[in-house]
Structure formats: C-alpha cells, structure tokens
C-alpha cells in the first residue's frame, strides 16, 4: 500500500512540474494480447490471454512537439498454455506506473519510456479433466514488483480524443526467486483515451 500511494504522489507532483507547461488529465481503458517470453515457453500450445487495462493519465507538454506522459493504470498480464480441453492458465494483476515521453506531429504520437508494476492479485487455474483441476489465488512464487518498457503509437483529435497500440515488454523475472530460465511479460495493448480540456 505504501508503494500504491508514493505512486499516487508521484503521478501527481510529476503532471504539475511547472506553471508554464501546459497539463491535462484524462482516462483510459483498452484490451490486451498477454502471454510471457523466455528461453523455455515457446510451443504451438501457448496462446494469448485477453485482458484489461484502465485507469487515469496526464499530459505535460513542453511544445506542440514534445511531452511527458504519465500514467497509473490497472493492468492484467499473464499466460496460457492449452491443448484441447486441457489447458493451464494464470492471470496477474498489477498497478502499473509508465512513465512516457510523447512526440506528437500533427495527431500521431509516437511513446516511449520505463514502466514499474506492483503484484496485487493473481488467479492460477488448472484443468486437467478426469485428472486434475483447481483455481489457486497465491501470489507466493510471482515477483511482487515487475520492471518493463512501453513502446507505442496513436492518433490524438484536437477535442482530446485519442486511440493508441502499444508494445509492453517485461525486463524482470516474474518468478521469485528468480531462475536459471527467466520469464517476462509481454503485452500487446489497444487502448482509447480521453484528455480533458481539449481545443
């Protein structure tokens, strides 16, 4: 909780660094594409997991050029692996803090920057049947804060508007303690987005 609210305070002093920028607020929601890399997780039986994401933003413009873009976001990752009916799946659930640099020509925008995420859920599901099958909610063995990048691209109206695609790659192990194999998340997200106090 702690780490939540110093987040928080960071979100805020960070959009609101000097009076002669230009700073907006907004909201987002999208879906994503999650599964993990690492050296021992290919295989035709992975598959892509639908998740969500949403939460709060803000826009600090230093030119029509240039910005600095930070967010606080409730972001679901995870994977599944499945073959036939049986299939093994675990979904994460993080508060994710991107912290973004924004170049803008004309409505598109290109992002990118670091992003830190804290564990705050996790739903484990095995389905095996006429052999195993279980739902577990431990987070013992995931590591509770997640280290990774952000890399997109979206188109902003004037009104404030905007839709976006990102990639969200993972640097961290997620096991804890971390192994000789290690495994990363990876998302591939689309997101719509409103900033208030639009032209």
């Given amino acids: 909780m702690k780490k939540l609210i110093l987040s928080l305070a960071l979100l805020a002093g960070m959009a609101g660094v000097a009076n002669a920028q230009t700073t907006r607020f ?46 606080l976001l409730y972001s679901q990752k995870g994977l599944r692996y499945e073959s036939g009916s049986n299939y093994i799946q675990s979904r994460l659930s993080y508060i994710d803090l991107p912290l973004l640099l924004r170049v803008k020509a004309d409505g598109l925008f290109f992002e990118a920057g670091p992003q830190v995420g804290f564990l705050v859920a996790e739903k484990d599901e095995v389905n095996f049947p006429g052999f195993i099958s279980g739902t577990s909610t431990s987070t013992d063995g995931t590591r509770k804060v997640d280290f990774g990048y952000l890399v997109g691209v979206g188109y902003q109206l004037p009104q404030g508007l905007e839709l976006g695609i990102r990639y969200n790659g993972g640097i961290a192990d997620i096991n804890d303690p971390s192994g000789s194999s290690k495994v990363r998340n990876s998302v591939f997200q689309l997101q719509l987005g409103y900033l208030f106090g639009g032209k």
């Avoid at 929601?29 to 949403?54: E, H, I, R, Y």
């Fill in 26 to 71: 907004g909201v987002k929601a999208g879906v994503g594409l999650a599964t993990v890399s690492g050296d021992d997780v290919s295989g035709t039986d992975k598959k892509n997991l639908v998740v969500p994401q949403a939460g709060i933003m803000a826009d600090v413009s230093f030119s029509d050029l240039i910005s600095f873009h930070p967010e």
